[in-house]
Nanobody, 112 residues
Framework: QVQLVESGGGLVQPGGSLRLSCAAS????????LSWYRQAPGKQRELVAS???????NYADSVKGRFTISRDDAKNTVYLQMNSLKSEDTAVYYC??????WGQGTQVTVSS
């Protein structure tokens, strides 16, 4: 059974940083592309970043230069380092395996 469990969300001031983690189980982690999505209130879910099995990354224009996705295949975990956070980054962040399996999400709130 595929499981994705996000953690690391919280309340942070504008300009601050957070690191999200997604612990995966139930599948051969190293063989799959993983992604982070987010959904703000009243908006559609959007792709934030993705990472392939060989470490190639892709980012939404809105987070390029501020967010970094990475993976640790030994720990079956994918990370999202978020720096220079803005109020518009406020959303529930979800980890996904190829857009098919999803975690429960973790809330990120950027506010002073």
């Amino acid at each position: 059974q595929v499981q994705l469990v996000e953690s690391g969300g919280g309340l942070v001031q504008p300009g601050g940083s957070l690191r999200l983690s997604c612990a995966a189980s139930g599948f051969m982690f190293r063989f799959y592309e993983l992604s982070w999505y987010r959904q703000a209130p009243g908006k559609q879910r959007e792709l934030v970043a993705s990472i392939t099995t060989i470490g190639r990354t892709n980012y939404a224009d809105s987070v390029k230069g501020r967010f970094t996705i990475s993976r640790d295949d030994a720990k079956n975990t994918v990370y999202l380092q978020m720096n220079s956070l803005k109020s518009e980054d406020t959303a529930v962040y979800y980890c996904s395996r190829q857009g098919v399996n999803w975690g429960q999400g973790t809330q990120v709130t950027v506010s002073s």
